[in-house]
């Protein structure tokens, strides 16, 4: 957990990879359910707490995801199951150029949120590949993995599953795993719901590398959240950090999320508090946030309807540095 910092997972596929909407009658993954008011959730996992990566996804999902430069996408559904993008990125601070992406979603739903199946990937001229997927044994044990390929050598490999039960749901990783380095990271996951409201959990890690002291490290984490009518608290304590979020929706319009994180190690403390305001049928969805470094942040989103346009504007302004970046994004197709 943390403010958007990832302490195992190796480097995730570029975020203009998007999961398309899903086949007629079923719900995006995460997404409503169907129309016809099939039930999303199993009553057997009814009282699942999730995973524990999850627990501060709410609040975390308010905050923007700035960019700098331009961005111009353009998404094709050839079938049901199968989707391609183009993606050309000018950038001074990120990494510029084409990008082709696909995904596939196989046709075997365990529920109407979890296909089977999910593969995703992007690679550029040069052969640098992103990929990762998710594949469903059952309703209870998901594998998902992701690689990206950097300069024809192996950047980062990540390789994790999931098991769901009845009300506590646990999970191991592997990151960057090398046997004959004697280098990588396992991570174990458990969460526990204690009632409806509640639910508790831990994160043991462990990481080998030659420059650690004595070849190897562990860190243990203990997390909580908890859920009420309006709002959501989660936070976590561990050997390196502590933090806490808050996460509430004011009206039907404005959500709000606050996020707190202390790091013993660096002595820092990161505060930052965001909001969403969104209005259906204008079709706009703005995000702003500003934080203890005096960084304030916005993205507006514009559905160009009854095109299949999509319009993004970000800024970003630091106070301290004097320093200013924007960027602007338009995607054709769903």
């Given at each position: 957990?943390?403010?958007?910092?990832?302490?195992?997972?190796?480097?995730?596929?570029?975020?203009?990879?998007?999961?398309?909407?899903?086949?007629?009658?079923?719900?995006?993954?995460?997404g409503?359910?169907?129309?016809?008011?099939?039930?999303?959730?199993?009553?057997?996992?009814?009282?699942?707490?999730?995973t524990?990566?999850?627990?501060?996804?709410?609040?975390?999902?308010?905050?923007?995801?700035?960019?700098?430069?331009?961005?111009?996408?353009?998404?094709?559904?050839?079938?049901?199951g199968?989707?391609?993008?183009?993606?050309l990125?000018?950038?001074?601070?990120?990494?510029?150029?084409?990008?082709?992406?696909?995904?596939?979603?196989?046709?075997?739903?365990?529920?109407?949120n979890?296909?089977?199946?999910?593969?995703?990937?992007?690679?550029?001229?040069?052969?640098?590949?992103?990929?990762?997927?998710?594949?469903?044994?059952?309703?209870a044990l998901?594998?998902?993995?992701?690689?990206?390929?950097?300069?024809s050598?192996?950047?980062?490999?990540?390789?994790?599953?999931?098991?769901?039960?009845?009300?506590?749901?646990?999970?191991?990783?592997?990151?960057?795993?090398?046997?004959?380095?004697?280098?990588?990271?396992?991570?174990?996951?458990?969460?526990?719901?204690?009632?409806?409201?509640?639910?508790?959990?831990?994160?043991?890690?462990?990481?080998?590398?030659?420059?650690?002291?004595?070849?190897?490290?562990?860190?243990?984490?203990?997390?909580?959240?908890?859920?009420?009518?309006?709002?959501?608290?989660?936070?976590?304590?561990?050997?390196?950090?502590?933090?806490?979020?808050?996460?509430?929706?004011?009206?039907?319009?404005?959500?709000?999320?606050?996020?707190?994180?202390?790091?013993?190690?660096?002595?820092?403390?990161?505060?930052?508090?965001?909001?969403?305001?969104?209005?259906?049928?204008?079709?706009?969805?703005?995000k702003?946030?500003?934080?203890?470094?005096?960084?304030?942040?916005?993205?507006?989103?514009?559905?160009?309807?009854?095109?299949?346009?999509?319009?993004?504007i970000?800024?970003?302004l630091?106070?301290?540095?004097?320093?200013?970046?924007?960027?602007?994004g338009?995607?054709?197709?769903?």
């Open positions: 957990m943390g403010l958007g910092v990832s302490k195992c997972e190796a480097p995730a596929p570029d975020p203009t990879i998007l999961l398309p909407p899903p086949p007629p009658g079923t719900a995006a993954p995460g409503a359910p169907p129309p016809d008011g099939a039930p999303v959730v199993n009553e057997k996992f009814k009282n699942n707490p999730g524990y990566e999850d627990l501060s996804k709410k609040c975390k999902e308010i905050f923007p995801q700035p960019f700098e430069g331009a961005k111009v996408m353009i998404n094709k559904s050839l079938n049901q199968f989707h391609v993008s183009h993606t990125t000018m950038s001074s601070i990120t990494p510029s150029g084409y990008r082709f992406g696909t995904t596939y979603i196989g046709s075997q739903l365990l529920t109407p979890d296909p089977a199946l999910v593969l995703l990937g992007d690679t550029d001229p040069s052969g640098n590949l992103n990929a990762q997927g998710f594949f469903n044994w059952s309703e998901k594998t998902k993995f992701v690689v990206q390929v950097m300069n050598k192996f950047a980062g490999t990540q390789l994790g599953l999931d098991y769901k039960g009845r009300d506590f749901t646990a999970s191991a990783t592997l990151a960057n795993f090398n046997l004959f380095n004697e280098t990588g990271i396992g991570v174990v996951h458990f969460l526990q719901a204690i009632t409806p409201k509640l639910c508790v959990g831990a994160e043991l890690m462990y990481q080998q590398a030659p420059q650690i002291p004595g070849g190897a490290a562990t860190a243990l984490t203990c997390s909580g959240r908890l859920t009420t009518d309006e709002s959501v608290w989660s936070a976590f304590a561990g050997t390196n950090n502590l933090g806490l979020s808050y996460y509430r929706r004011l009206n039907e319009e404005i959500q709000l999320g606050i996020e707190l994180e202390n790091s013993y190690q660096q002595q820092q403390l990161i505060a930052a508090i965001a909001y969403q305001f969104d209005l259906p049928k204008a079709n706009f969805s703005m702003a946030m500003i934080d203890n470094n005096w960084t304030v942040t916005g993205v507006l989103e514009k559905r160009l309807l009854p095109m299949p346009f999509n319009l993004s970000c800024g970003s630091n106070h301290v540095k004097n320093q200013f970046r924007m960027g602007c338009f995607s054709i197709g769903a």
